[in-house]
């Protein structure tokens, strides 16, 4: 799998400034509500699930897909089909809903120079098991603690407005399923 590397920035709307970093592998989605979504932007233009981004590694090339909206997608100013994904290039744009602008930079990863692993026994038992490293590819990672703290206080009242707005809507839809079961079945 290639090493190219998606970068995206929200130049204008609710989360401007924010970015994005995508991996080949990973499947990024942008949507009004965090539910299903790996990024969510508060405008009203934007649908619940509005944009998919994937590295097609048949081409070689990172794609966007539109996930059937009703308000549409726009990559440097030409509506993007819902039926196929549209190849992205650094330095494309992508306009969703009532504001919100997104820019891409495309970058190759620099390959990683494996270490020359240590092969050995320890006292003549079982083999020495290897240490594993992980890789935490955050950028909450990098960040100082007045900049966590900034962003938290942004982010945490979005997620607890998001996850009320996705209760409410699963009572007001089993509120009209029961309202359904009541006018056809009326009390004796």
Known sequence: MANIKLHLKIVK??????????????????????RGNTFAIKDPGISQKHLSFQFDAAAARWTVSDLQT??????NGD???PSAPAPLSDGDSIKIGESTSIS?????????????KEEGRGRGRKPRVPEVELEVEDEMEKMTLGEW???MEKYLPAVINEAAEEIIADLRSKSLKFDAFLATNPPH
Request: proline share 11%.
């Open 70 to 75: 009703s308000n549409g997608s726009f990559l």
């Open 13 to 34: 709307g609710p989360r401007h400034g924010e970015t994005i970093e995508c991996l080949p592998g990973s499947l990024i989605r942008i949507g009004r509500i965090l």
């Open 149 to 151: 703290f900034d962003r």
């Open 79 to 81: 509506p993007i089909s």
């Open 104 to 116: 891409m930079s495309i970058s190759v990863l620099e390959p990683e120079i494996a270490e020359p």
